[in-house]
């Protein structure tokens, strides 16, 4: 077969973007390079991704009323690969753990504060995705200090303990 491209050659090039992910571990980095898959013109945002995974939440209006819910019409698979990992990921991630912590006690139930989690990470993955560079959350705990984030002073507090 010379001369044939090999697509999972592809995928095995990107992989090591999804292994740097905390909380990825072994089933679920897999799971999310299949998620993304290896053309990179197939989705032309993040915000595609979050819709298309079911992650992103759907607003319904109607006259004074206003819904707002977990999308429906989606792959089911591939929403749960994202929020399992996204789960997972508060674990491992300090900026995770301390965003899931705040939603928590702005009184977000479980799953409604892991679906905004991944909501988020999904744009930080499709950046590394698009870019072909592992997971780094050095950069982004320094834009959010930067910025002058909330999440910023549970980080100072934490580096101040350790």
């Given amino acids: 077969m010379l001369g044939r491209r090999n697509p999972s050659r592809r995928f095995s090039l ?3 973007i999804f292994q740097s992910l905390p909380g990825a571990e072994a089933a679920l980095a897999p799971r999310l390079l299949a998620a ?6 197939r989705y032309a945002s993040a915000e595609e991704v979050q819709k298309y995974s079911g992650i992103a939440p759907v607003t319904e209006r109607s006259g004074k009323k206003k819904w707002v819910h977990f999308r429906w019409a989606c792959p089911k698979f591939l929403r749960q690969s994202f929020h399992e990992w996204a789960e ?9 753990r301390a965003y899931y912590q705040q939603l928590r006690d702005r009184g977000k139930e479980h799953h409604a504060a892991v679906r905004a989690l991944a909501f988020k990470s999904i744009r ?3 950046r590394c995705w698009q870019d072909r560079t592992a997971y780094d959350e ?3 705990l320094a834009a959010l ?4 984030s909330p999440l910023a002073s549970v980080f ?4 101040m303990s350790m």
């Fill in 14 to 16: 990107d992989f090591f």
């Fill in 36 to 41: 993304l898959g290896s053309q990179r013109d």
């Fill in 88 to 96: 997972h990921s508060i674990a491992q991630s300090l900026w995770a």
């Fill in 124 to 126: 930080i993955v499709f």
């Fill in 138 to 140: 050095n950069p982004y």
């Fill in 145 to 148: 200090a930067k910025r002058g």
């Fill in 156 to 159: 100072a507090a934490a580096a």
